[in-house]
């Protein structure tokens, strides 16, 4: 094998190694929700190219509003999906678009893009 074909190779190895962490790697251990005064929980997630912060720590039984901001035209994040709570909704570019969830149980509760790419979770403790 020549030094070009292996240089190529080993930088598409490192390309897949890339792709594969950012979706499927660890994810950080998350980001309490702040608590308002009436006693709703709430975080503000802005998506550009992944959830930022994909992971928000609530507590079960308190209302939860999410305030999703798209900072970026791709297709896949043009709705955000709550499998556990049957809700999905449109996030047009550049709004802020506030969902409303109740997590009723402790557990971890999927968030995904419409195509399954982008990810994340609330953690209700």
Avoid: N
């Amino acid at each position: 094998m020549a030094v070009d074909q292996v240089v190529v190779t080993l930088a598409g190895l490192a390309g897949i190694g890339v792709v594969a962490w950012f979706f499927w790697g660890p994810r950080s251990s998350g980001v309490k929700a702040a608590l308002t005064p009436s006693g709703r929980q709430e975080a503000t997630i802005v998506v550009k190219g992944a959830y930022i912060p994909d992971v928000i720590v609530v507590e079960h039984g308190k209302p939860v509003r999410l305030s999703f901001l798209r900072q970026e035209t791709a297709a896949c994040s043009e709705e955000v999906v709550f499998p556990d709570f049957h809700r999905r909704t449109q996030l047009p570019e550049g709004q802020l678009v506030p969902i409303d969830l109740t997590p009723e149980r402790p557990g971890e509760y999927e968030v995904t893009c419409g195509r399954g790419l982008l990810r994340g979770k609330i953690v209700a403790r």
